[in-house]
């Protein structure tokens, strides 16, 4: 197989692309034939050494997501058949052709998704859906607030919550992503006028924080009575001051979450639940996933630094090739 492999820690000079063995599925796992894979912010995270994959998963190759065609099953995965399409979540492994993945942790992909379309879905969607759904409790009619809401969970997040029923916020700092975050179904404006408008609006039931520190006295200004903040991203930074008084005042509560390190039944809960509640969005095109930009897997470099960089509309790719 071709995979994208991180030599060390550090930025672009410890990644290489090269040719390795094939992996092979033994109990419950699939083994994938792979033609895009996606990026995320956790294999920037993982580049720079502050974000090993869990036990059990490749260590050297990152990628936390799969999507592709199952050509070989271990011996006791029985959910799917040699040459179906699945898409799901992994420890590691993801950046390359072939990807080991246990079979709780992919569901089918929809026949109206192309493949790119497909690589863009699975870790930004179950994890917006899980912290919406399952962690907040986004009930319809209440209002969503989505920080730094033109990437990949973003773009996931809003049309979540539209499609949940909510009335839905977005954050963004580049100006020119408006009109395109603008048209997933959410009200656009700058971080700066969240607490103003959130209040005009009766304040945010829940805020999926994908930014970090920086944004946490806003999103509590931000806050109804009994709001629900869910702290999925740190990128901006990972130290808050927070009022006490304001969690109290509003009866507030503030999630964090984490996918990766889950045991298996606790991610498989939260990908059978986005099968469920999500794919059939995608499968009527009511839901659809952003592609930013794909690149060459051997260029895995640029994508990077394409990840690395703001303005996004979605997802990063590398394409491996037919
Ligand atoms: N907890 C989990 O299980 C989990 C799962 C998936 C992702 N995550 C994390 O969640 C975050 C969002 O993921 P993603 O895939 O959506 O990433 P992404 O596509 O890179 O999007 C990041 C978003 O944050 C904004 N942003 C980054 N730094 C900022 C700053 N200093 N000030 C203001 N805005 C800033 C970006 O705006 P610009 O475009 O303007 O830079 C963009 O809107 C990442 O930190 C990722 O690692 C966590």
Redesign the pocket.
């Known amino acids: 197989m071709r995979a994208v492999v991180f030599t060390g820690a550090g930025a672009n000079e410890i990644v290489s692309f090269e040719e390795r063995a094939d992996p092979s599925p033994t109990g419950g796992e699939l083994l994938v034939q792979v033609r895009y894979a996606a990026l995320?912010?956790?294999d920037?995270?993982q580049r720079a050494g502050r974000y090993p994959a869990p036990a059990g998963s490749p260590q050297d190759i990152p990628g936390i997501e799969v999507a592709g065609v199952v050509i070989a099953r271990g011996e006791t995965a029985r959910g799917f058949e040699i040459g179906d399409r699945v898409f799901g979540i992994v420890g590691g492994g993801g950046l390359a052709d072939r990807v080991v993945v246990h079979e709780r942790h992919v569901v089918a992909v929809p026949a109206a998704l192309e493949d790119a379309g497909a690589a863009a879905v699975p870790?930004?969607f179950i994890?917006a859906h899980d912290a919406i759904a399952s962690l907040a409790g986004l009930r319809p009619g209440e209002l969503l607030v989505v920080?730094?809401?033109?990437?990949?969970?973003?773009t996931a997040a809003i049309q979540i919550g539209v499609v949940s029923g909510a009335r839905v916020l977005a954050t963004?700092?580049?100006v020119d992503?408006r009109r395109d975050v603008a048209a997933l179904g959410a009200e656009v404006i700058g971080?700066s006028d969240l607490v103003e408008r959130a209040q005009q609006l009766g304040g945010a039931d829940v805020v999926i924080e994908?930014?970090?520190a920086?944004n946490l006295e806003s999103d509590f200004g931000a806050l109804a009575t009994k709001g629900r903040i869910v702290i999925?991203?740190?990128?901006?930074g990972v130290d808050a001051e927070i009022s006490l008084r304001t969690l109290m005042g509003k009866r507030a509560r503030m999630i964090g979450?984490?996918?990766?390190h889950r045991p298996l039944e606790e991610k498989a809960l939260a990908v059978q639940l986005f099968g469920r509640e999500v794919v059939p969005h995608l499968a009527t095109r009511r839901i659809v996933p952003l592609v930013d930009r794909v690149f060459p897997a051997e260029e895995a470099h640029a994508a990077f630094d394409r990840?690395e960089?703001?303005?996004?509309l979605?997802?990063v790719l590398l394409d491996f090739g037919e």
């Not at 999925?232 to 901006?236: E, H, I, L, R, S």
């Not at 979450?257 to 990766?260: A, K």
Request: glycine share 30%; proline share 5%; hydrophobic share 35%.
């Open positions: 995320n912010g956790a920037l995270a870790e930004v994890t920080t730094g809401a033109n990437g990949g969970v973003g963004v700092r580049s992503v971080q994908l930014v970090g920086p999925v991203g740190t990128g901006a979450t984490g996918l990766r990840m960089g703001p303005g996004k979605g997802k």
